[in-house]
């Protein structure tokens, strides 16, 4: 028997990202002990219920649902888990908001700015907890990267710059759509890597660094046609296969960023690096436990850029896992936002990024898409807060 108080979660979805979630949910009670919620893997939700009964048998989910509408229907269902492709967020998200369910969302939260609204405000409308999975926040050297900034380590800022590189659509023989390839379909995605890699970027900018106020974009689409999946004919493609843009955050600093899933060589490097008056801080995803440090302060015989690994107890969550100089993974992030909706929970006060901080990410995104269309600087209407 367990004194917690047990969260029951339906997760819609079980790919890549349904897999990650899965995990977190696992793994956080191990490793982080003292939390009074637990989440239990109550039912998994998708259309191929061969497929599903096979998931849920691997993974451990107590039972499964082959139409989501059931799912969040459910007495015993507490929370929703949405793992879709980013069509179906808007409807599953509303629908349990509406049915008093939690909602925890993958990024980003919807196509559009209009499709995400009525997202937030059934989401406002029903108080119901919500968080939205931008996990890089969680890696531990991001996190000290904004420990660091609020210290005022940096002073004041003048330089972000981000960068989100893959190269896996290069072959003009890749369909879209369908599972695995709906990022490339407009109809599912949205947008090419403009929501699906600039979108982490823009979130831990903004959380590290304060709101976009304008931006100025350009996109190209390189491969014009490809087979849709769905109907086995050439099709248009309409998303966004490389983006780069500029910006002005509130704070009086520039911004620049740039995706490609046309960078040969890289999978998956999510760089950032940050310059202030006295200090400036870097970070990439495949050294994930590194956060490079250079501070002017430093006596000038030995000044230079510190690579500071991560990994101490003292340093964020890693008090969590194992001893000090021993890393943890991108898998590790998950888990630190379950753990931190839990804590959230637990507390009464909000888990950041919610809906509506997702929201300010899905304005920057599509002022970047309008920049790019019309060729001119857009305003986001960006009101971040967090
Ligand atoms: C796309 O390849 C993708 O899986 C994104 O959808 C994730 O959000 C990103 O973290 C890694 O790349």
Not at 317 to 346: N, R, T
Request: net charge neutral.
């Amino acid at each position: 028997m367990t004194s917690k108080k047990i969260i029951n979660i339906g997760m819609v979805g079980y790919g890549f990202m349904g897999r990650t979630h899965t995990n977190a949910y696992k793994r956080v009670g191990d490793f982080f002990p003292e939390l009074k919620y637990k989440p239990v893997l109550k039912a998994i939700c998708a259309r191929n219920k061969e497929r599903l009964t096979a998931f849920a048998e691997q993974w451990g989910y107590e039972s499964v649902e082959t139409d989501w509408r059931k799912l969040i229907q459910r007495d015993d269902i507490d929370a929703i888990d949405i793992c879709t492709p980013n069509n179906m967020h808007a409807e599953i998200a509303i629908a349990a908001a509406k049915a008093g369910k939690m909602v925890l969302c993958e990024k980003p939260l919807a196509r559009s700015v209009a499709e995400a609204q009525p997202m937030v405000d059934a989401i406002g409308g029903s108080g119901v907890a919500n968080t939205v999975y931008y996990n890089y926040r969680r890696i531990p050297a991001v996190t000290l990267a904004k420990q660091l900034i609020d210290a005022g380590k940096l002073g004041k800022i003048f330089h972000y710059r981000a960068n989100f590189l893959q190269d896996w659509t290069i072959s003009p023989e890749l369909p879209q759509g369908g599972e695995g390839l709906w990022r490339l379909d407009n109809a599912a995605a949205g947008s090419g890597v403009t929501g699906d890699l600039l979108a982490h970027c823009i979130d831990t900018a903004m959380w590290l660094n304060g709101g976009i106020k304008d931006v100025s974009a350009v996109t190209e689409t390189f491969i014009k046609e490809r087979v849709h999946t769905g109907t086995g004919e050439k099709q248009k493609v309409e998303i966004d296969d490389a983006c780069l843009f500029h910006c002005h955050f509130e704070n009086g600093s520039l911004g620049l960023f740039e995706s490609t899933r046309y960078a040969r060589g890289h999978k998956a490097l999510y760089t950032f690096e940050i310059n202030g008056e006295h200090a400036s801080i870097k970070w990439n995803l495949h050294d994930l436990s590194r956060l490079e440090y250079f501070d002017h302060r430093d006596e000038s015989i030995e000044r230079g850029w510190r690579s500071i690994h991560v990994t101490d107890g003292d340093q964020p969550y890693m008090d969590k896992w194992w001893v000090p100089g021993l890393s943890i993974g991108y898998e590790h992030s998950f888990v630190h936002q379950v753990a931190d909706f839990l804590k959230c929970l637990e507390d009464g006060t909000t888990c950041h990024p919610n809906f509506n901080d997702a929201q300010q990410t899905q304005k920057v995104c599509e002022a970047v898409l309008n920049s790019a269309k019309t060729k001119s600087w857009q305003k986001t209407g960006v009101k971040w807060t967090n």
